[in-house]
């Protein structure tokens, strides 16, 4: 009842890569910076597991970038060939690599560091990969020449990459979607569909994870601009609810989002955002609470899971440690309510 669980990446050690920022440069190199990759993950575990939390990730920290790291055992891709594109509808302007040839995954990409997580907890443990839609938002195209058929192709490298987690003992797989709230139209038109292909087969709970993005500038300017309800979710939930996905992320606390929304999940496991990456004031675990009563006036309680609103990956590390220790204890307070209710 109410398992806790991360929106996937969490803040990577000073030794590992500079501190509270994205595409942050590696510290180590070579054999080093294998082995540092390796105790940073065994730390992230420890740190999730220290904090009360259930179901905990890798908190990606052999990766550089959500999308990107997955893209480099890729064929296809010229990561030399860079060309500056807009991302997400334009929100921002990116320095991207070019697809210039037909997609293939030409090994694992993330079976080593998904083996180190399975070989050393006992909890359950979620792994996170891009979306097909994001990962099109965030290359070039210079071969397919259309953006559905370049999706199809990503979410076949998807498949095979998601196949080999869940053989590993990977639990839950998440496909991270942020581009999901910027184009509804696609979502239900080929986006869900470009999902589906991706999780066919696979032996593990799939989650679809679309949040409003990361605590950048970038980011917090645009929701400035969303007015005073953020209805995204409302044009996609429930095509979601009728999709295969078994669970949706989503982002809930200090946000614009009626939480009524929640209802057009029906069916659906709730991974709700109780926890602001984009602020670095601590929640207390009260306010956490709070979220998740909020949540159960609209969705029955085995389908919530408390989670983060989205990556802490920019964070300052005591900070991201503090708030997911408020998630668990803000957990801890409703279950106690409702068995002493019960």
Request: charge should be negative.
């Amino acid at each position: 009842m109410l398992e806790t669980t991360v929106a996937g990446s969490l803040p990577k050690p000073a030794w590992l890569a500079r501190p509270k920022m994205l595409w942050a440069p590696w510290v180590p190199e070579g054999e080093a910076l294998a082995a540092a990759k390796r105790d940073a993950t065994l730390l992230a575990l420890k740190m999730q597991e220290d904090a009360g939390i259930d179901i905990v990730s890798d908190g990606e920290q052999s990766r550089q970038h959500f999308v990107h790291g997955f893209l480099a055992e890729i064929d296809g891709i010229d990561h030399a060939r860079k060309v500056t594109m807009g991302i997400r509808n334009n929100r921002y302007e990116a320095q991207v690599p070019t697809v210039t040839g037909a997609l293939k995954r030409r090994r694992p990409v993330h079976g080593v560091e998904a083996a180190i997580a399975r070989a050393h907890t006992r909890r359950r443990l979620k792994f996170t990969l891009p979306g097909p839609m994001t990962i099109v938002d965030t290359v070039a195209d210079g071969h397919y020449g259309d953006r559905v058929k370049m999706a199809m192709a990503f979410a076949d490298c998807l498949n095979a990459e998601a196949r080999e987690l869940a053989q590993i003992g990977v639990d839950v797989i998440q496909f991270d979607e942020p581009a999901f709230n910027v184009y509804m139209k696609d979502v239900k038109d080929w986006g869900i569909e470009a999902l589906h292909r991706a999780i066919d087969g696979v032996g593990a709970k799939t989650a679809v994870h679309i949040c409003y993005g990361y605590g950048i500038k970038a980011n917090i300017d645009w929701k400035e601009t969303l007015g005073q309800e953020w209805r995204q979710y409302e044009e996609i939930f429930p095509a979601l609810a009728q999709s295969r996905i078994d669970q949706v992320s989503l982002e809930c606390i200090h946000s614009k989002v009626p939480v009524e929304l929640l209802r057009l999940l029906e069916g659906k496991d709730v991974l709700l955002g109780a926890i602001d990456v984009a602020s670095d004031t601590i929640e207390s675990p009260e306010e956490v609470a709070a979220v998740i009563r909020n949540a159960l006036k609209h969705v029955d309680i085995s389908r919530i899971h408390p989670c983060t609103n989205c990556g802490m990956a920019p964070m300052d590390r005591r900070i991201a440690e503090d708030k997911l220790a408020a998630l668990a204890q803000g957990a801890a307070i409703v279950r106690h309510e409702l068995r002493y209710r019960g």
